[in-house]
């Protein structure tokens, strides 16, 4: 869990480094699980930068999360072939469902929700990857069918 001592002796271990924001973005992350909202004033007041300074570069990197990453991981095709495909009906399906948007992980910390651009897998339109796991034709019942055995 998140503890704001324990962010400001990771941020105080990596000061001397240059370029000091990514490895302590790094140093965060990998003690917390993701960069918490509250490390963003730390780092801000450490590094004399702004906040919005530093949330650009967390978004700016895909490799920090801004949330726990949950047990599972869900990736959903955003790309053309599955929009085609209605993907956009079936996100806002997975969206409802487990009441997360991309980016967020559920509040039983069962699933992650991250957008990809292209599973490789067009011809079977929607795709939705769940772990190491790639599902095709993903109707709304199917993820619902999914998400309940990945969970079994
Ligand atoms: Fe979705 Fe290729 S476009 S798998």
Redesign the pocket.
């Known amino acids: 869990p998140w503890s704001a001592e324990r962010a400001t002796a990771v941020i105080a271990a990596n000061r001397h480094l240059r370029g000091a924001l990514l490895p302590m973005l790094h140093a965060l992350q990998e003690e917390f699980g993701c960069i918490d909202e509250e490390a963003i004033p730390l780092l801000a007041r450490e590094l004399n930068l702004s906040r919005a300074d530093v949330h650009g570069v967390v978004s700016f990197y895909h490799e920090f999360r801004r949330s726990r990453p949950g047990r599972h991981t869900i990736k959903v095709?955003r790309?053309?072939?599955?929009?085609s495909m209605n993907?956009d009906g079936l996100i806002e399906h997975i969206r409802r469902r487990l009441k997360v948007d991309f980016h967020e992980t559920t509040a039983d910390d069962a699933f992650s929700l991250e957008p990809v651009?292209?599973?490789?897998?067009?011809a079977l339109?929607?795709?939705v990857m769940v772990n190491e796991t790639l599902h095709g034709r993903v109707s709304p019942a199917r993820f619902d069918a999914i998400t309940a055995s990945t969970l079994a």
């Open positions: 095709c790309a053309e072939a599955c929009q993907a651009f292209c599973l490789g897998n067009c339109a929607p795709a």
